[in-house]
């Protein structure tokens, strides 16, 4: 069974502060993903990466940053928190070209203040 | 880039009716449309999906309809039973080789005893 970790399920930090979401799947999957979900908003794709290293913006990238250092891991940062980044954040990963539909972590749920 | 319209944003329906939500896409390239399920305070699970050159998939009591030519697709739930109550997302993805997901805003659904 696939799974896919987030280190934090609840986090609570102070503004402008650097936060670190972290996210580890353990199936060798190439594609890993950070959504952002807001209700009345669905989910939101911050930032993707489909190889170690690579990297590309989603559709709401400002604030944030990501690192790919090894394959498994996919962390999300934020450079300096606001309140406006108060939200629960979602990991997904899957195969490059699979047929299958992302499998997502259980979410981290962090309150800027 | 890709938009996901989705409707309603809330659906209440007795147990043992029918419920059915309706997602439309922009991009005529996406080819790739998956229904997650997210119950309170879990991930969302990927529940059935449906690949452009179909019409229709079905698994037991959910079903998908894919309509190419006006980009619109639906999920259909029939018997529904209290454990169908969740928010459900639909999205699309586009055909540029990437894994990319676009997510609609998400139907409460709430079945009635």
């Known amino acids: 069974d696939v799974k896919v970790t987030q280190s934090s399920r609840y986090l609570v930090k102070r503004t402008g502060e650097k936060v670190f979401l972290e996210c580890v799947q353990d199936?060798?999957?190439?594609?890993m993903f950070w959504y952002r979900q807001d209700p009345g908003l669905g989910l939101r794709l911050i930032y993707f990466?489909?190889?170690?290293?690579?990297?590309e913006k989603g559709d709401i990238p400002e604030g944030y940053s990501v690192s790919r250092e090894k394959k498994e891991r996919f962390s999300l940062i934020l450079e300096s928190a606001s309140t406006n980044q108060t939200s629960m954040y979602l990991c997904?990963?899957?195969?490059?070209?699979?047929?299958?539909?992302?499998?997502f972590g259980s979410g981290t749920r962090l309150t800027v203040v | 880039g890709e938009n996901v319209e989705q409707h309603p944003s809330t659906l209440s329906v007795q147990e043992g009716d029918s419920a059915v939500i309706k997602c439309t896409y922009s991009?005529?390239?996406?080819?790739?449309f998956p229904w997650y399920k997210q119950e309170l305070g879990k991930r969302p699970q990927l529940i059935i999906d449906?690949?452009?050159?179909?019409g229709e998939k079905k698994d037991q009591r959910i079903a998908v309809t894919l309509n190419k030519t006006a980009k619109h697709f639906s999920l259909h739930i029939t018997e529904t039973q209290p454990e169908d109550s969740a928010v459900y997302f639909c999205?699309?993805?586009?055909?540029?080789?990437?894994?990319?997901?676009?997510f609609g805003t998400g139907t409460r659904l709430t079945i009635i005893p």
């Open positions: 999205a699309a993805r586009d055909n540029f080789g990437n894994e990319k997901l676009t």
């Open positions: 990466s489909y190889d170690v290293k690579m990297k």
């Open positions: 997904a990963s899957n195969y490059l070209d699979s047929i299958y539909g992302y499998t």
């Open positions: 449906i690949r452009s050159n179909v």
């Open positions: 199936m060798d999957h190439e594609n």
């Open positions: 991009d005529s390239a996406s080819n790739y």
